[in-house]
């Protein structure tokens, strides 16, 4: 989900595009709003047992160590009752930050790769349009370890299409997906 920009980007979302035998990964950028942590928490707080429930939990508690049970004190005040409930907007983000954001789940990382699910994402919006613009509305959608993508090698044809309608973070990470050293 959100990513804060004081944080690092450790994950890429991108959209593979075939052309020829060659391929292109373009970029999908969080702009940074929120508005996905505010919606679509997966965070359920059970008050009987005083728990969390949410992907990687472990991970998430190691990481915030005693400020864990601060956010639980937090939802005691203020979910209080006895059934468990899904909480929104999720416990976890600060001031539109995310306090736990190297140990953030799984399904936080790969937002919106695979649906907005009614979040109004604008990066996912955006990355349509791109998409769109550049004719490649079929691309397959991935989601992976930044260090980890096999970088794409487009013509110079299309890297010219793509930096005409591309913004500037979108741009910094077109160069970190492809290998381009050539054009630039
Ligand atoms: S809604 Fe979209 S743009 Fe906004 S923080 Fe979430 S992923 Fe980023
Ligand atoms: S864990 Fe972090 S990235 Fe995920 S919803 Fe909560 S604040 Fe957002």
Same mark, same amino acid.
């Given at each position: 989900?959100?990513?804060?920009?004081?944080? %690092?980007?450790?994950?890429?979302?991108?959209?593979?595009?075939?052309?020829?035998?060659?391929?292109?990964?373009?970029?999908?950028?969080?702009?940074?709003?929120?508005?996905?942590?505010?919606?679509?928490?997966?965070?359920?707080?059970?008050?009987?047992?005083?728990?969390?429930?949410?992907?990687?939990?472990?991970?998430?508690?190691?990481?915030?160590?005693?400020?864990?049970?601060?956010? #639980?004190?937090?939802?005691?005040?203020?979910?209080?009752?006895?059934?468990?409930?899904?909480?929104?907007?999720?416990?976890?983000?600060?001031?539109?930050?995310?306090?736990?954001?190297?140990?953030? !789940?799984?399904?936080? %990382?790969?937002?919106?790769?695979?649906?907005?699910?009614?979040v109004g994402c604008p990066a996912l919006r955006r990355f349509e349009e791109v998409?769109?613009? #550049?004719?490649?509305? %079929?691309?397959?959608?991935?989601?992976? !370890? #930044?260090?980890?993508?096999?970088?794409?090698?487009?013509? %110079?044809?299309?890297?010219?299409?793509?930096?005409?309608?591309?913004?500037?973070?979108?741009?910094? #990470?077109?160069?970190?997906?492809?290998?381009?050293?050539?054009?630039?």
């Amino acid at each position: 989900m959100g990513s804060p920009e004081t944080f %690092k980007l450790d994950t890429a979302l991108f959209a593979r595009v075939y052309l020829g035998s060659n391929f292109v990964n373009i970029p999908l950028v969080c702009r940074k709003c929120g508005k996905c942590c505010e919606k679509l928490s997966h965070v359920v707080y059970y008050p009987d047992r005083r728990e969390i429930e949410v992907e990687n939990i472990e991970e998430i508690r190691e990481f915030l160590g005693i400020r864990y049970y601060e956010v #639980l004190e937090e939802l005691e005040r203020e979910v209080g009752g006895i059934n468990a409930v899904m909480v929104s907007p999720c416990p976890f983000l600060r001031n539109g930050k995310c306090t736990v954001y190297p140990a953030r !789940p799984a399904s936080c %990382k790969s937002f919106p790769i695979y649906g907005d699910f009614g979040v109004g994402c604008p990066a996912l919006r955006r990355f349509e349009e791109v998409l769109k613009a #550049l004719g490649c509305e %079929k691309a397959e959608r991935v989601c992976m !370890p #930044l260090d980890s993508v096999e970088k794409g090698k487009p013509s %110079k044809a299309f890297v010219e299409k793509y930096l005409s309608i591309a913004e500037e973070e979108e741009i910094e #990470l077109f160069f970190a997906l492809n290998s381009v050293a050539d054009f630039i």
